[in-house]
Antibody, heavy 122, light 109 residues
Framework: EVQLVESGGGVVRPGGSRRLSCATS????????MSWVRQGPGKGLEWVSG????????GYADAVKGRFTVSRDNAKNLLYLQMNSLRAEDSALYYC???????????????WGRGTLVIVSS | QSALTQEASVSGTVGQKVTLSCAGSRNNIGSYDVGWYQQISHGRPKTVMLGNSLPSGIPDRFSASKSGTTAYLTISGLQPEDEADYYCSTWDFRVSGVVFGGGTKLTVL
């Protein structure tokens, strides 16, 4: 069974930084591209970032480009999201998700974690 | 403003067939497959369609189709447990990223 467990959320001040992690199990991590998707309070789903199977190809939504960095450690089956220069509008539940294949250019995600909540507030 | 447009709300009765739509453009739905997701009571999303394929464990009353730049999710034989928010997604080559629809709230009467 695929398991994705996010951690690292919390309250952070505007302009601050936070690193999210996603611990994975139940599948061959290095066979799959991975993604971060967020959901603001009362809002819909928003794609944040994607990374291919070996980390040498990444993509970001315009809203986070230049501030967020996605990475992965295939030896530890871990996915990360480094978030810098955080803004109030970044407050959201951040989900880790798998892509069906190894490319980050996929149209949809397959499995989802339960999310970790980030609140940006002074 | 989402790149993909979904109905804000749709309702149906138990046993009815309902179809949700997801309208896009040549940049996205017109060029790529579409995924569909179910979110019950703001819980963890669940993928109910990967293109035209049903993920393991999803009942076959769910099906998907596409015509031009609009995608559709059809639920045949609506069940009370199908009441949820439904989102669509696809790739958009103009933004080089995944785009989601704003979501449709499906109510089972």
């Amino acid at each position: 069974e695929v398991q994705l467990v996010e951690s690292g959320g919390g309250v952070v001040r505007p302009g601050g930084s936070r690193r999210l992690s996603c611990a994975t199990s139940g599948f061959n991590f290095d066979d799959h591209a991975m993604s971060w998707v967020r959901q603001g309070p009362g809002k819909g789903l928003e794609w944040v970032s994607g990374i291919n199977w070996n980390g040498d190809s990444t993509g970001y939504a315009d809203a986070v480009k230049g501030r967020f960095t996605v990475s992965r450690d295939n030896a530890k089956n871990l996915l990360y999201l480094q978030m810098n220069s955080l803004r109030a509008e970044d407050s959201a539940l951040y989900y880790c998700a798998t892509y069906p294949g190894s490319s980050a250019g996929a149209e949809y995600v397959q499995d989802w974690g339960r999310g970790t909540l980030v609140i940006v507030s002074s | 403003q989402s790149a993909l447009t979904q109905e804000a709300s749709v309702s149906g009765t138990v046993g009815q067939k309902v179809t949700l739509s997801c309208a896009g453009s040549r940049n996205n739905i017109g060029s790529y497959d579409v995924g569909w997701y179910q979110q019950i009571s703001h819980g963890r999303p669940k993928t109910v369609m990967l293109g035209n394929s049903l993920p393991s464990g999803i009942p076959d009353r769910f099906s998907a189709s596409k015509s031009g730049t609009t995608a559709y999710l059809t639920i045949s034989g609506l069940q009370p447990e199908d009441e949820a928010d439904y989102y669509c997604s696809t790739w958009d080559f103009r933004v080089s990223g995944v785009v989601f629809g704003g979501g449709t709230k499906l109510t089972v009467l």
